[in-house]
């Protein structure tokens, strides 16, 4: 065979990794169509046919076990596949083998029936006559897993049964995937993501006899998540908790011949419906196209479509509706052609006729809030339609009042910054860790948030806490654990109110290994702990035993005194999340949602929410963004599992192709957790994603495990060897090869696969990012030795970027007491500076440097923030610190917001200032009086 192209005799399972197994599979299917046709070009031509025929067998062996956990192609196409080849019918096999993967490529397959061996045999047969649709065409095309132990005939029998029971009139198509073993139901709901239900059945066995390498990764949950030892209804059971812990979404139900007394109110509530060995398929088929309609449904997007097809006279606001102002005009009318008719004719201000109105819904809108709800894992779900920067200002304004203590980490998005400003609150900023050498910051450590919490308790406030804000995951990707740092602090503070901006973590709930680091699983976890009855014991028992001076109530790190120490009485689960739906899930821009998890909402916060949301939200949403909020709450029901799973895989390749190729590697690396997390946060010791010497590294402990972790999805690629800072890589991308990222910083720039990047795009990259390097190589083995010193120079300013500041600290004056803990009135010192005469201006120079050295104090009146970093860096109150000065010196940025160059920066006067201090220690006497 020595005319064809080398391959390797089994699928490269090493060369993809744990993070793309199904991608291996249509690689595997792929190179099967490809053996096949050469084994029957060998054969026409009469050449020996046992290399190719070996080289077919063996892709065969690989489907065989792929296949196990599919029910397309599955295994009984797999064994036809075989027969032909036994039969040594080359020219079928390679007909067969090429319309499978035409099928598989792109999922056609899913847009139409797929068929069986049998009626595949058939189309062979007649593959010369005109074939006519399938009339289910076009439907939704899903699988369906049975887990039993019976024998293979069995299986066949529940297919059938289940089959026939279809109908013209149904609205999906699935087909139906059977396994013998609790191991295999665990590989297959996350190997095949295109299952929606799943029955347990019967008697299964516990051990998968598939043994492939590339499976095994699924089987780590196990591991973490130890089942008891169990038979029977109660291993499924078991197994049916596990499954929905997995894939919360998918719906699960019960076949048992158990007896009644056994099964009612012993089954947990994972399962749909419970059903007894004799009941008919129709039921189950029933029940199967039931809840998967239950996902499918979108109450405001079909609301909206049917207004639509409505003929009506608008005689009321929005000329545009119906596209009539465009279509009775003449000069507009390219704005119509280009956007088309169908936006145009939902475009309304209408709430009745089917509607309804976002600021008080009753209808569609609160239908469809519901359903994200559930599909988010919160306990209420509101919509926002001009992006989570006012929904952060929804959520701080229903519940800071003034004088409110609020905790929040000094890099979030401004958002927060401006929301404090409006609700009054004492703001304490907290520090995250600096990565200097990258620019950056990290995220706040929990030792720092414990510190201040504790200066906070030690000063008698503990009380006028009020709330804890924090960024998760950050633009670089670095997440929180929220149920440590929210156990940790609750320890302190039962109360405490947390906001976490998940603005950049939408997807995050919908993949098993990145769901238990977003805040409502973490919030779900908790109240599920401390309402337990075990808790409850374990907190009397610890109580008791402190009181017998039998152990300690804090341990050196805190984590035992958080383990146990929590009053469940009083400790009260109160957790919101603001997700930009549109930047990361499907959504129009500026589409965004506010998930609740508060025990405490419908008795102390409903009222102030809803005139928060009233405040901030305008009487003229936009219908479309609603519509696409609801129909993007669908398609992650429905395959955002398989969605963020290839996007992780996606960003694995583009990490293993940059580290792999010895061009790109020259002058471009990715950032691995090592580099971008401090030792003493990564309690695995995770140290990479992808090492080309080593291989692949594993998320799974560090998720489990580490007070940080990487995303997965954010590819930071550092770029200081090409000499080219973050903002003018960025135009390169743009400028001349139409590739857009946003986030950079001196010498990095961030890559973000999302659920709409394919294959195609991250190939393009590599191919660009290539050539960018053959460029700058070019050009340096063709340059001066003092272009090359040049060079060289300018790498150099690049690696040693300017340190990174921390908060310095609010003036006197705009401080609520004479006490010493950090809090500041943010909203006094921002109205201050509206009064001109209230500001001077100082240039930033090495006077004002110098000036600061000898001891004269600065306090800004405004927000500077340089791009990048992208957050402000002064507010207005903080005294300006020398550290913040040589930052602002040695930056190297071309977008400073705050900071005007042709006049200086903004500062109070010395008069104000002590006017203010003055007054504000008369208050503070008053007080103490």
């Known amino acids: 065979m020595n005319d064809s192209p080398e391959h390797p005799d089994h699928a490269d399972t090493e060369s993809w990794g744990p993070y793309a197994v199904p991608q291996l599979r249509m690689d595997a299917w792929n190179e099967f169509q490809m053996r096949s046709s050469w084994l029957n070009e060998f054969a026409r031509s009469s050449q020996d046919v046992a290399e190719p025929r070996g080289l077919a067998q063996a892709s065969l062996n690989d489907l065989r076990e ?170 499924s059971v078991d197994l049916g908790r596990l499954l929905h812990k997995l894939r919360p ?269 977003t805040a409502m699983e973490a919030a779900s976890r908790l109240r599920e702990r401390f309402r337990s009855c075990a808790y409850r014991k374990a907190y009397s028992e610890s109580i008791a035993s402190v009181a017998a001076g039998d152990g300690a109530s804090q341990s050196e790190n805190g984590a035992a005194s958080a383990a146990h120490q929590i009053d469940p009485e009083t400790v009260r689960i109160r957790v919101y999340a603001t997700h930009s739906t549109h930047k990361t899930l499907t959504s129009l821009r500026q589409g965004s949602m506010i998930h609740v998890f508060d025990e405490d909402f419908e008795q102390n916060a409903v009222d102030s929410f809803h005139e928060a949301f009233m405040t901030h939200t305008s009487t003229s949403p936009n219908y479309q963004i609603v519509a696409s909020l609801d129909a993007g709450r669908r398609q992650v029901e429905l395959e955002g599992f398989e969605m963020v799973e290839q996007t992780i895989g996606l960003a694995m390749t583009l990490r293993q192709r940059i580290s792999e190729h010895p061009d790109l590697s020259r002058f471009f690396s990715v950032l691995r957790p090592k580099d971008m997390i401090p030792s003493k946060h990564r309690a695995s010791g995770i140290q990479f994603y992808y090492d080309k010497a080593r291989g692949w590294g594993s998320l799974d402990e560090a998720y489990h495990q580490d007070e940080f972790t990487l995303d997965p999805t954010r590819v930071t690629l550092y770029i200081g060897a090409t000499g080219m800072d973050g903002d003018t890589f960025r135009h390169l991308l743009m400028d001349k090869y139409d590739i857009q990222i946003n986030k950079t910083s001196r010498n990095t720039v961030l890559f973000m696969p999302n659920i709409g990047t394919t294959r195609g795009d991250i190939a393009y990259l590599v191919d660009v990012l290539v050539e960018i390097a053959h460029d700058i190589a070019d050009r340096l083995s063709v340059e001066s030795s003092g272009g090359l010193s040049r060079h060289s120079s300018r790498v150099d300013d690049l690696i040693d970027g300017p340190p990174l500041p921390n908060f310095s600290r609010f003036h006197p004056a705009f401080k609520p007491d004479a006490m010493p803990t950090p809090e500041g009135d943010l909203r006094r010192a921002y109205f201050l500076a509206y009064e001109g005469s209230n500001i001077d201006l100082v240039g930033l120079d090495a006077k004002l440097l110098d000036s600061i050295k000898d001891g004269k104090e600065y306090v800004s009146a405004a927000f ?66």
């Open 66 to 235: 792929f296949e196990t956990y599919w029910a397309f192609p599955g295994t009984a196409r797999v064994a036809a596949l075989a027969r032909l080849l036994e039969r040594g019918a080359y020219a079928d096999l390679a007909i067969e083998a090429r319309e499978l993967a035409r099928q598989l490529v792109g999922d056609a397959y899913r847009l139409r029936e797929p068929m069986d061996a049998e009626q595949a045999a058939r189309r062979r047969e007649q593959r010369d006559k005109p074939q006519e649709r399938s009339s289910r065409d076009g439907k939704p095309y899903f699988e369906v897993l049975v887990v039993d132990g019976v024998d293979a005939y069995d299986h066949d029998e529940i297919r059938e049964g289940l089959r026939s029971c279809r109908r013209d009139t149904d609205e999906f198509v699935y087909e139906v995937v059977t396994v013998p073993t609790l191991q295999d139901a665990i590989i297959a709901v996350q190997f095949n993501w295109t299952i929606q239900a799943v029955f347990l059945r019967y008697n299964f066995s516990f051990k998968t006899a598939n043994q492939h390498p590339a499976l095994r990764r699924y089987l780590s949950v196990l591991e973490r998540d130890k089942l008891p030892v169990s038979f029977g209804l109660q291993r």
């Open 864 to 929: 500077v923030t340089p791009y990048p970093p992208g957050f402000p860096v002064l507010v207005p109150g903080q005294v300006i610190s020398r550290e913040i000065i040589e930052y602002l010196l040695e930056l190297d940025v071309k977008e400073i917001h705050g900071y005007d160059p042709s006049k200086g920066l903004r500062v109070f006067t010395e008069r104000v200032l002590t006017e203010t201090a003055e007054h504000s220690a008369a208050v503070h006497t008053t007080e103490r009086a």
């Open 249 to 517: 979404e998918m719906d699960l139900f019960l076949v048992t011949d158990a007896p009644l007394e056994r099964v009612a109110g012993n089954t947990g509530t994972e399962f749909k419906r419970i059903f007894y060995r004799l009941e008919q398929y129709m039921e189950q088929h029933l029940s199967i196209l039931k809840w998967v309609r239950a996902r499918f449904d979108t109450p405001f997007f079909s609301a909206l479509r049917r207004f639509s097809a409505k003929p009506t006279g608008v005689f009321h606001a929005l000329p545009i509706a119906r596209g009539k102002s465009m279509s009775s005009g003449h000069w507009a009318r390219d704005l119509l052609e280009f956007y088309g008719p169908n936006i145009f004719m939902a475009e309304t201000s209408a709430t009745s006729g089917g509607l309804d109105s976002l600021l008080q819904p009753r209808g569609p809108i609160k239908k469809a809030q519901d359903l994200a709800a559930r599909a988010f894992g919160a306990r209420q779900t509101f919509f926002v339609t001009n992006g989570t920067s006012t929904a952060n200002k929804i959520v701080a304004q229903a519940l800071i009042q003034p004088g409110d203590i609020v905790l929040v980490d000094r890099d979030c998005h401004k958002s927060h910054h401006y929301a404090l400003v409006l609700a009054g609150a004492m703001t304490v900023y907290l520090d995250s860790y600096a990565l200097p050498q990258y620019s950056m910051y990290g995220a706040v450590p929990l030792e720092e948030i414990e510190r201040q919490l504790l200066e906070l308790k030690d000063a008698g406030k503990l009380d006028r806490v009020r709330m804890l804000i924090l960024t998760n995951c950050t633009f670089d990707g670095i997440t929180y654990d929220p149920q440590t740092v929210m156990e940790r602090v609750l320890a302190i503070k039962p109360n405490m109110i947390f906001l976490w901006d998940e603005a950049w973590y939408a997807y995050g709930r919908f993949s098993p290994l990145l769901r238990r680091r």
